[in-house]
């Protein structure tokens, strides 16, 4: 089930964002994650956030946070990936905007395939000023 997140699923969305970026950004130090982890923590409990939950296990399995049409990330947990918890995820905000944006590391193959998969478009190449790593802008209508 996708619902709109509550306060009360802060912690684990924010350990779901942690470990799916350390995990899918082995190219950026796991230090850079770190440090950045509370003030994240701390933007998530106020952000537009969807998680999808296990009903049976009543367990939340990954999110999506947006801020307008941006998508700023959809993070999955680790041993829920390829299940197409991402997928539905992705549609179901497609059903609430006409249009999405999004950045994505280069480097992060299986993350760019996803989103091309998924009829987003190239629009550029810039670097992250934070990590100094290249993504694109991609672009969704």
């Known amino acids: ?41 701390e933007m998530l409990s106020t952000a537009e956030i969807y ?23 959809i993070f999955i947990s680790h041993e829920s990936q390829s299940k197409g918890i991402g997928s539905s995820l992705l549609n179901f905000i497609k059903t609430m905007r006409e249009q999405l944006t999004l950045n994505v590391y280069k480097k992060n193959l299986q993350a760019v395939e996803f ?13 992250d000023k934070n990590t100094g790593e290249k993504e694109y802008l991609m672009i969704w209508k």
């Not at 989103?115 to 190449?125: G, M, T």
């Open 1 to 41: 089930m996708i619902r709109k997140s509550e306060k009360s699923d802060t912690d684990k969305i924010a350990d779901i964002w942690l470990n799916t970026n350390i995990r899918a950004h082995d190219f950026i130090p796991a230090c850079y994650w770190k440090s950045n982890f509370t003030s994240v923590k």
């Open 115 to 127: 989103y091309l998969k998924a009829d987003f478009k190239i629009q550029q190449e810039n670097t």
């Open 51 to 73: 998680v999808y939950e296990d009903e049976t296990e009543n367990k939340i399995l990954g999110f999506i946070g947006l801020d307008g049409d941006y998508i700023a990330g």
